[in-house]
């Protein structure tokens, strides 16, 4: 192993990090007939528990080494991280960040690493940002810091493992949210010593899954598409380094939908008060599938999540409930048509939320882009029968449909 529990205890020993509370989730604890505590690195410097790695990463450097600088490359998460080493340690740093990095997190990498960060954005993927990281530490000599893929990262990540077991008794089952790998194998490596009998899972989004795909290959594979919108775990190729930790020490590697983790995004702020981003929420999604029972920790991994996302997140989150759906409807071009699919096709429960039509004087029909909220998911053969006995020429609009991408 790259990494042993007498490395992670050093590191423990030496953090810059907040001990976060491991709280129980009544809601969750409800809901499964299980004992749910969350650790809360939501609640960590950054709002995410990759202050730990960054930290440990760069205070394992050399004075030289520090002189020169450090690089990094993140989604977000790392480079606040980053930023807080750098100005705790006063050592100039520059950080590579994709151009759809949510605003809240360049906003804060700024706020944090002040005058000793320069924040520089490029490319849309994670992977690009760490090209150009890579190439601006080998011209410049500085040190690149890798947000999962070291050993020293590694190490300082699995620090939350040594708080989890000083907080509670054993637990029956750990869930972590899976991006490189580097916050599971870290933990892993801690908790398996320490906790022989804990079942570990990790969890990533179902459009970002490269553990997974690397466990089922064999090793490391580069995804061909990547969905980049739980950001703090989209990597297309996991790491050379945590891969075998995880295929040694990990129970199983799971995904989840977006769809899913945006409606536990909404019910962790709604019920629990705890503002979670799209990675923080991986872990208490899976919870629906692993059906748990007996005592369960779960990593709420950040809480960086910018408040002009929520407004996509409620729309993937009602779509995945089944509660919202889209239609294209053909109306004729007659006085009364709207009203005749108000009166005969919408019934109680059922609520227009997005109404777009073309009129076009040539054609004797003008299409409608139509969004229909339901109160109850059950409600949709109802509402789809009514459609098909009417007049009209109504095509549903699939998940899975290119033209669906333009709702978003």
């Known amino acids: 192993m790259p990494v042993t529990p007498d490395d992670i205890a050093a590191a423990a020993a030496r953090t810059i990090a907040r001990r976060t509370p491991l709280e129980r989730s009544e809601r969750l604890s409800d809901r499964y ?56 340690m006063q050592v100039p740093g520059r950080i590579f960040v994709p151009t759809n990095t949510p605003k809240q997190k360049r906003d804060r990498i ?172 991986l872990a208490t999604t899976a919870l629906a599938g692993l059906r748990p029972s007996g005592r369960v920790g779960c990593i709420v991994s950040g809480g960086n999540n910018d408040v002009s996302r929520y407004a996509d997140v409620i729309e993937r989150a009602l779509v995945h409930q089944g509660l919202r759906h889209y239609f294209l409807v053909s109306f004729p071009q007659e006085p009364g048509a709207l009203r005749g699919f108000l009166d005969e096709v919408l019934s109680d429960g059922e609520d227009i939320v997005v109404f777009e039509y073309i009129k076009k004087s040539n054609r004797e029909t003008g299409p409608a882009l139509i969004g229909i909220d339901l109160d109850h998911a059950d409600g949709l053969p109802a509402l789809l029968g009514r459609m098909r006995d009417s007049n009209l020429l109504i095509d549903a609009i699939p998940y899975d449909s290119p033209l669906f991408t333009f709702l978003h």
């Open 33 to 88: 007939g299980a004992e749910v505590l969350l650790k809360r690195e939501d609640r960590q410097l950054g709002r995410s528990y990759k202050v730990r790695g960054a930290f440990h990463t760069m205070s394992s450097l050399s004075d030289d080494e520090l002189a020169a600088g450090v690089v990094a490359a993140s989604a977000g998460n790392h480079a606040q991280g980053i930023a807080i080493s750098c100005a705790r």
């Open 110 to 281: 700024v706020a944090l690493g002040g005058e000793f960060v320069d924040l520089t954005l490029v490319g849309r993927t994670y992977d690009e940002a760490a090209a150009a990281a890579l190439e601006a530490a080998a011209s410049s000599g500085a040190t690149y810091i890798h947000p999962f893929d070291d050993p020293r990262t590694i190490t300082g990540q699995g620090t939350v493992g040594v708080e989890i077991t000083a907080q509670t008794e054993p637990l029956d089952l750990l869930v972590v949210p899976v991006g490189g790998g580097g916050l599971i194998a870290g933990v892993a490596t801690w908790v398996r010593d320490a906790w022989p009998s804990t079942r570990i899972v990790g969890v990533e989004p179902a459009g970002a899954a490269a553990m997974r795909a690397a466990l089922d290959a064999g090793g490391p594979v580069t995804l061909d598409e990547l969905d980049t919108f739980v950001d703090g775990a989209s990597v297309a190729t996991a790491g050379s380094v945590t891969y075998p930790v995880v295929r040694d020490l990990v129970d199983d590697v799971v995904t989840v939908e977006v769809g899913a983790v945006c409606a536990e995004m909404l019910e962790l702020y709604q019920v629990d008060g705890i503002i979670a981003e799209p990675a923080g929420a």
